[in-house]
């Protein structure tokens, strides 16, 4: 193989590393999108979270997250608890 081939070879690797990698960037959050419901009821986000109920209903007391309420049914919408999530992730430190 000459060095022309293997810089070729070489280029289009990188290109089609790229182009994957930019196509899939945001697979992992279409997916959840596509596979989690518009809304939670207080036992789904007490699955999802690990919370007790006295935690959930501390959280909507105190405003933290977003919550619908229609007589005593309380739902919470999934794009807004993500969001929460997301405004309360820690960062992992670089170790160097």
């Known amino acids: 193989m000459t060095n022309f081939e293997e810089y070729l070879t070489h280029t289009i690797e990188v290109a ?3 182009a994957v990698k930019e196509a899939t960037k945001d697979l992992d959050e279409k997916i959840r999108q596509a596979t989690m419901p518009e809304y939670l009821t207080t036992d789904g986000l007490m ?3 690990g ?11 105190t405003r933290q997250i977003t919550f619908i309420q229609h007589g005593r049914k309380i739902l919470y919408p999934t794009a807004d608890l993500y969001e929460f ?3 309360h992730k820690i960062e992992q430190r670089n170790r160097d």
Not at 55 to 60: E, G, K, L, S
């Open 16 to 18: 089609v590393k790229k």
């Open 51 to 61: 919370w007790s109920r006295r935690t959930c209903q501390y959280m909507r007391d």
């Open 85 to 87: 999530f997301d405004s």
């Open 47 to 49: 699955e999802m979270t």
